[in-house]
């Protein structure tokens, strides 16, 4: 029971410190890198709570789900590790020493993708555990409702993910992140978690999918899942497409001066600022 409790704080500690470097603007530097050394932290402490799960890979026989689910796990550790050493690399407080070992250019693209695949793969992993939640819920109008909101949160979740153009900083196409220093502290937040919460809905309906996909009884219910995922997918899409027809960029936070957060430079400047302060070190 214990160990148990402490697993749970330990994921929630995990989900709650991603949040915040996903929200560069509310925490600034100083204090991201500091977060980020705390993520590193409780990922080892993670793997060592969970390290039965490694044990047992080898192990039984592997359904469609499992498979996603060793997928996921496998890529989301290595996502943190990647995050974590790119970061460390670009560090100017907490591991300074780390700093200039590769090019700043190639580790701070590096950092941006892994950071938001790290993000995406979280979400993933924690909508792999919904079940066990929701086989909880034993009143069948919780459940509906729970539901109605979860499909109303995700679809606004993946609104603001396309907005952001994350799939730019997951695939390299982004070398600085564009975010938005006007916005207030919480909202930032509360749509980290929309976002978070979307992909979580999202493998919960496709675990669904994978599971009922295997027994012919309920291949109709897969079907169902797998509309229904698509549609909270589609609807995010044509509603950033409908409120953005041209979407402008906010302010690049690794182009900022640390002197002033607000202040908004073009990547070109960006890049001159840094190598200037690279070569005064």
Not at 49 to 77: D, E, T
Not at 127 to 140: E, P, S, V
Not at 171 to 176: E, G, L, R, S
Not at 235 to 260: R, Y
Request: aromatic share 12%.
């Amino acid at each position: 029971m214990k160990k148990n409790i402490i697993k749970r704080v330990v994921d929630v500690a995990l989900t709650v410190t991603l949040l915040l470097l996903m929200a560069f603007q509310v925490t600034e530097q100083f204090a991201h890198e500091w977060l980020g050394i705390a993520m590193f932290a409780l990922t080892i402490v993670h793997q060592i709570l969970n390290r039965k799960y490694y044990a047992a890979i080898f192990k039984g026989r592997y359904s469609p789900l499992r498979v996603f689910q060793l997928v996921v796990n496998i890529l989301l550790l290595l996502s943190f590790v990647c995050t974590a050493l790119s970061g460390m690399m670009m560090s100017r407080f907490a591991t300074p020493f780390m700093n200039g070992i590769l090019p700043s250019s190639i580790v701070r693209q590096g950092h941006l993708a892994m950071l938001h695949w790290s993000f995406v793969l979280m979400g993933l992993h924690l909508g792999l555990h919904f079940g066990i939640m929701t086989a909880k819920l034993k009143k069948r109008t919780v459940r509906i409702v729970l539901g109605v909101m979860m499909t109303g949160i995700s679809a606004y979740g993946f609104y603001l993910f396309f907005k952001a153009n994350m799939l730019n900083y997951m695939f390299f196409k982004n070398p600085f992140a564009f975010l938005d220093y006007e916005k207030a502290w919480w909202l930032v937040l509360l749509e980290n978690l929309a976002m978070l919460l979307a992909w979580a809905f999202a493998a919960y309906l496709l675990s669904l999918f994978l599971r009922s996909v295997t027994k012919k009884e309920k291949r109709r219910s897969a079907l169902l899942y797998a509309l229904l995922l698509i549609a909270v997918i589609v609807s995010g899409i044509v509603l950033n497409t409908v409120l953005n027809p041209q979407q402008t960029s906010a302010t690049p936070s690794w182009s900022v001066p640390q002197n002033d957060p607000t202040q908004s430079v073009s990547p070109t400047q960006a890049v001159s600022t840094e190598n200037k302060e690279l070569s005064d070190n």
